[in-house]
């Protein structure tokens, strides 16, 4: 088993999306050195549009950012999947890639380094057949946003509100410090406490889950901007239990109804890299894995 790191969003950048390569002899088979140079500019296309972002996020020089994984997801030749692209002909050959980034002083060598996030957000997008869709991971202060669509699997935004605000709002309106807030909380989620004082903590939660609706709501508008599409769903995990009238509860953007879905399965980054993707593309991931050796320390 690979020892695996999982960063957040601020110590790493993970990304799946697809590179397309034209090749200059179409008509020619695909052989085992013009297969690996095609991998070559497909991971250095994709490093090359990236690196300038993630260096931003991440708060570093670019000279400072590693390219630290790349993985081949699946390839297409002239939009046809094909599993083993070596002896193959065509014009155009689209690969998939997850590629990641990191801080030089993140690495740690021997681990697999993934921008966890966004790892689950392609864990649910598979599990679920997803590609419009948009994953929250909420924290204790913060919550991330990750999207998933047709072209792309990648991180968002961030929004400042978490688990600690509702604690917080409750021990506020309450008169009560923050662990009996949370005891409190908690025994609300477990109805373990009476109607009225349930009735009196749902509007408590809501007022302060407003906030949340209103950063789900804003990276909404960055996705379907002023066109008719459909809004995408919504799939939420939450570091505590949220309450269960949460996905009851009709949320709407532009009049159209918002649906939110609990994250409550298993997406363990273990599962990724179990994946059977991984043996397929086994030999490909060999090649891709050689070419970023030069970017690593000691490379």
Known sequence: ME?????????????????????????????????????SQAIWKLFDKCRSEAAERLDVNEVDLLLTDARIMGVKIDGNTILNPRGFTGREL?????ITMTKRDMFVEGHSIFEGGVIRAYLLAKENTLDNAIYAEINRDVTNIFIISTSEIAYSEEFKWGIANIIGAISEQLNVAEPVAFSIYHKYINGEISLRVSREIDKIFYTCFDNFIGGITAN?????????MAIPPVYIKSSISLPKSVWRKRFYFKKKQIKLFEVSGNLDIKKFIEDEVHEIYNELNQLAQRRIKWLMPGG
């Open 3 to 39: 020892q695996i790191l999982d960063l957040d969003s601020k110590s790493a950048v993970t990304i799946f999306t697809s590179v397309s390569v034209v090749r200059s002899n179409p008509h020619e088979e695909l052989g085992a050195v013009d297969l690996e140079n095609y991998i």
């Open 94 to 98: 689209e690969i998939f890639l997850s």
């Open 220 to 228: 909404i508008k960055k996705i379907v901007g002023k066109s008719a």
